[in-house]
């Protein structure tokens, strides 16, 4: 079976992923409404990372491009170890967070 190798045309998506690294480095728990709202959780067996990021600005960004952008702003605000912890990254909007429950997820990890 032949191998294909497939490269994206990758897009200029650098003010978002400088808007991404912003927030990462303010840390904050709560920010405005427009700004994205990251979720890291830390998979205990694994050690490995998921990065989810509620955001509307994702409206006309492909899921793939989305996932690209998380990575490239991991990178660059915690550094290339910490993006190749990275198993999942997920970035949605509030509408689509919302009809797959992610942030009620969230939350019951929260409250245990």
């Known amino acids: 079976m032949p191998v294909n190798r497939i490269i994206p045309d ?64 991991v990178a660059k605000e915690l550094g290339e170890a910490e993006m190749l912890r990275v198993t999942m990254a997920l970035g949605v909007t509030k509408k689509e967070a919302y009809r797959l429950n992610i942030r009620d997820t969230y939350d019951r990890h929260e409250r245990r």
Do not use: C, F, M, Y
Not at 29 to 35: L, V
Not at 56 to 69: L, M, P, S, V, Y
């Open 10 to 73: 990758l897009q200029d998506n650098s003010e978002l992923v400088d808007e991404l690294v912003h927030v990462l480095h303010e840390n904050k728990p709560t920010g405005p409404p427009d700004d994205p709202e990251i979720i890291i959780e830390e998979v205990q067996h694994s050690k490995s990372l998921h990065v989810t990021v509620i955001w509307d600005r994702w409206e006309e960004i492909d899921a793939e491009e989305r996932g690209r952008i998380i990575l490239e702003a």
